[in-house]
């Protein structure tokens, strides 16, 4: 199990990475005509890092549609943190990825053990930071304003 310091030290990056995906989404909006933004809490529960809270942020064009950022935890596999963006009728997945995607392999020891090694990285040249998850084509995609326009930003302007 790893230590309260160690869990606490991931929760604090994680929320940090947050604080700076929304002032990304802020400043991206910025030009927007009509945009509106209000934030609130939810309680998170991981199993290495028990309770804590995080900001969620919304998002509103001309007091229409609402998209959601709500994070899930600073534990994902392969990621060091994720959080579900959503419009009225869908749901996305962004996960903050070092370099190149999650580079994982496992070795289990003659004790029984599990070692996590580096292995080959899953998704060459996704630069570090977060990234949006295409399920339907299995990649990841560095998650920039033209992204988020494109992939994000469609559910409140259709």
Do not use: C
């Not at 160690?6 to 991206?28: F, G, H, I, K, Q």
């Not at 994070?71 to 943190?81: E, N, V």
């Not at 998850?133 to 326009?149: E, G, M, P, Y």
Request: no cysteine.
């Amino acid at each position: 199990m790893a230590s309260t310091a160690t869990t606490n030290e991931a929760v604090a990056e994680y929320l940090e990475r947050v604080e700076e995906l929304y002032a990304n989404v802020r400043e991206w909006m910025s030009d927007e005509p009509g945009v509106e933004f209000s934030e609130g809490k939810t309680r998170l529960n991981e199993e290495y890092t028990g309770p804590y809270a995080a900001k969620v942020l919304k998002v509103k064009l001309n007091g229409g549609k609402a998209l959601s950022f709500v994070p899930k935890g600073a534990y994902f596999i392969g990621a060091r943190g994720h959080l579900d963006v959503s419009g009225p009728l869908w749901r996305e997945t962004l996960v903050w990825v070092d370099e190149d995607g999650p580079a994982i392999a496992f070795k289990e020891t003659a004790e029984g053990q599990v070692e996590v090694l580096q292995g080959r990285p899953m998704y060459p040249g996704v630069p570090r930071g977060w990234a949006w998850v295409d399920n339907s084509h299995r990649r990841l995609v560095h998650l920039d304003r033209k992204v988020f326009f494109r992939k994000l930003l469609r559910a409140l302007t259709e």
